[in-house]
């Protein structure tokens, strides 16, 4: 156990970082007394966190999320705080090092990732008329496998030290020759137990997705939604076994002193490189698809149309699928593998604009003529159109292997990638939550909050990016912690600092709209509030744990459309509740989840004889799962008549619209 | 169902058949012939592809049942990704500057 000095277990000696470990210590006492106080115990054990409930595995997803979000938002106001003025000495290099890497891998992998998969749970079962996923126990160990990651990771920055080698932890900075301190086993520990839990999503929403379809739901009759994530969990179980694989790979490095990617003894730091961006081109993907299915859901709810193109939107998005498997390489250019690389990848880049360009005019025909309704989750949808296209014109100039070499590793490329992951991914995101808010707890978020969030949200993300394009072009690096006065980037980089303020004004109005809206928001309101055409719209708000009383049957596209068009399969005659059969809960995700940590914990620490007595947990976890032979319950007719009628109106029909 | 099991099962005679001559095939130009190691490389990993593919459409009845075209797509898929994997690996590590 000599690997780390005592005094150097928690991080002291920074102001910033003491200030953290007093509010997060004050911040677990007050949970547990709060918890103790309410004698709620039991209630967040059974209603929780033993839950195999897709919809609260999703709610979960989606906290975890936005706890994120703020833990990231953090580190970029921290980052746009040092450099609103040169040679400021608010962080230090290291710390900056810290926090650009932290910002990075927590935005996408611990906020975009589970803000998205949590979405997905919600959703899905719902869209395709499904009581659950087809694992349901499978996919509680999911979300507690990330969670388990994400907290692993999270605690690095006051115990032992964050990880400093950027979010892509490019070797040789990352190997031990460079990075000796245990901070970087940090990223390949808790990544990896993520990762399982992603994986095992997206084989769990494959299965759901192809298995579980109610009747009548053919493949081309599935919102677009259910489409992509389809098409998404695809990439998740191509993808991910990649990064398995090389975050294995550089453990072993780390931690027991193999070559893989060392640049002595026939290693090669290139290979990581490599690995990682075949595993992180189909990343953005994973995180991009989704949300053009949100996008897609909103869009056609709002502009009261069918969306249009749905086939070729499909196409586009198994296109894009497919081709992102191919681009990798333009990621690093720079690294020399020759024009016939280089220009290989540059077509295949230029080629993925194709259906990314499809998808965008098929949404603008989607809303050509329409009769569009500027709720909250629309303005996300339509803002999203403008800004995601500047992120995807500059993608298409970063695409060019020769202009690369100019803009590579400069704030013109930071820019591009927030102006496709934000609008990509944080508007649609904040688009979902505000239009399926209601179904998830049964009343609205507020819409002027809301309209206050987006635009002080939207104005801040362009002040904050737009100048870093032509801080970029105008030679200023990514990832230094400070510049001089003589550069003259001074009043840029202060109009991006300022801008990142308003960025946090806009996240303070949506957490304080959430509060709003869980304290005072109306709850007399339809199951049905947006008028809209998915299946997830025909049932109860919030919606009632085993989903349908009655199976829908689904006879065209737009199914709930059409069903309230020709006014069938709305009503619930008694005689037709059966018996419904659902899976049991389990506390065991959560066991695994603590087994998990604590193992990631002492191997990061490179303490092995520990880690070892933990990992038997895990292994008898597995041996436990294997005998359990819990085959559900079922939900006894009048308990299913009964909450049918507390949310159906006498004749047995869904709530008319109020507004 | 009982008319398919009465039939006899040509293309399972076909693939055994084929199959042992795939192997032969392997064998001797393996141990018998004198071409260089890399073209007897070359030569029998692609009858072992050959054989693999014979494998899953004449015994494993990938393409039978109601999850046919779903197992083609998923192998097909799995294929693409995994030469993706390698000979885009190979390729970009070992062309421009990373050739030396």
């Not at chain 1, 192809?210 to 493949?219: E, N, S, W």
Request: proline share 4%; charged share 10%.
């Amino acid at each position: 156990m000599g690997n780390i000095k005592w005094d150097e277990f928690f991080i002291t000696g920074d102001p910033l970082i003491l200030g953290a470990q007093v509010s997060i210590a004050l911040t677990m006492l007050g949970v547990l007394f709060g918890l103790t106080y309410l004698k709620k115990w039991k209630w967040i054990w059974r209603e929780w966190i033993t839950t195999v409930d897709h919809k609260r595995i999703g709610i979960m997803y989606i906290i975890a999320a936005i706890l994120m979000f703020f833990r990231g938002g953090i580190d970029g106001l921290l980052m746009k705080a040092q450099t609103s003025r040169p040679e400021m000495g608010l962080l230090s290099s290291q710390h900056y090092n810290e926090i650009f890497t932290t910002h990075g891998v927590i935005m996408i992998l611990f906020m975009a990732m589970p803000f998205l998969i949590g979405l997905m749970n919600v959703v899905i079962p719902l869209q395709i008329g499904a009581r659950d996923v087809a694992f349901p126990q499978l996919n509680a160990l999911s979300f507690w496998l990330f969670f388990s990651g994400a907290m692993l990771f999270n605690i690095s920055f006051v115990i032992g030290g964050s990880p400093d080698a950027g979010w892509t932890s490019y070797f040789p900075l990352a190997g031990k020759e460079f990075s000796p301190s245990i901070a970087n086993n940090y990223y390949a520990i808790a990544l990896q137990i993520a990762g399982i839990g992603t994986l095992m999503t997206g084989i769990n929403f494959i299965v759901t997705i192809l298995k579980m379809r109610t009747k009548g739901m053919t493949l081309m009759r599935m919102p677009m939604f259910t489409w992509t994530a389809l098409v998404t969990s695809g990439i998740i179980v191509a993808a991910f076994p990649i990064f398995t694989v090389a975050l294995a790979l550089m453990k072993f490095d780390r931690l027991f002193g193999t070559h893989f990617f060392t640049v002595s003894s026939g290693g090669s730091d290139m290979l990581w490189a490599n690995l990682f961006w075949l595993w992180g081109h189909p990343e953005v993907y994973i995180v991009a698809l989704p949300a053009f299915g949100i996008f897609s859901e909103v869009i056609a709810t709002f502009s009261r149309k069918q969306l249009f193109g749905y086939k070729s939107m499909v196409y586009a998005t198994v296109g894009i699928a497919l081709l992102s498997m191919v681009v990798w390489v333009h990621h690093f250019y720079t690294m020399g593998s020759g024009p016939g690389v280089n220009s290989f990848f540059s077509l295949t880049t230029m080629l993925i604009a194709v259906p990314t360009g499809i998808k965008i005019f098929n949404w603008l025909f989607t809303m050509r003529k329409g009769r569009i309704k500027l709720s909250s989750a629309m303005l996300w949808a339509l803002a999203f159109i403008p800004t995601f296209t500047i992120g995807g014109v500059t993608g298409v100039m970063l695409a060019m292997g020769a202009a690369d070499f100019q803009y590579h590793n400069t704030l013109f490329l930071v820019a591009h990638f927030h102006y496709v992951l934000i609008p990509g991914v944080v508007f649609a995101v904040f688009a979902g939550l505000y239009y399926w808010w209601p179904k998830m707890f049964g009343h609205m978020l507020n819409e002027r909050l809301g309209k206050w969030h987006f635009w002080l949200f939207n104005i801040g993300f362009n002040v904050t990016f737009m100048p870093m394009f032509f801080l970029g072009l105008n030679g200023a690096v990514r990832r230094s912690y400070t510049y001089s006065a003589e550069s003259g980037f001074a009043p840029l980089f202060l109009l991006s600092a300022i801008g990142s303020v308003i960025l946090a004004a806009g996240f303070a109005v949506f957490c304080y709209n959430i509060y709003w809206s869980i304290r005072y928001a109306d709850r007399n309101i339809s199951s049905d509030p947006w008028d809209a055409r998915t299946l997830e719209w025909a049932t109860a708000s919030p919606v009632q744990h085993y989903n349908f009383a009655k199976l829908p049957e689904v006879k065209s596209f737009d199914a709930f459309w059409q069903m309230k068009k020709n006014n069938e399969g709305l009503t619930l005659k008694d005689s037709e509740i059966e018996e419904i059969h659902m899976p049991s809960n389990s506390g065991q995700p959560f066991m695994m989840c603590v087994i998990f940590g604590v193992v990631g914990f002492f191997l990061v620490f490179e303490w092995f004889i520990p880690a070892a007595i933990a990992s038997v947990g895990i292994i008898v976890g597995l041996i436990y799962r294997s005998f359990d032979y819990n085959d559900g319950y079922h939900i006894p007719v009048e308990e299913i008549s009964k909450t049918e009628s507390t949310w159906r109106n006498e004749k047995g029909e869904v709530h008319k619209h109020v507004g | 169902m009982e008319k398919e099991v009465k039939r006899f099962p040509v293309s399972h005679v076909i693939g055994f058949l084929a199959s042992l001559a795939l192997t032969f095939i392997a064998a001797v130009i393996a141990l018998k012939t004198s071409l260089s190691f890399k073209a007897i490389m070359w030569i029998i990993g692609s009858l072992a592809v050959i054989q693999a593919g014979l494998q899953l459409f004449m015994f494993m009845h990938m393409t039978e049942g109601e999850d046919g075209k779903t197992n083609i797509i998923n192998i097909a898929y799995g294929v693409f990704v995994a030469v993706v994997v390698v000979v885009g690996s190979v390729w970009v590590l070992t062309s421009g500057h990373a050739a030396h």
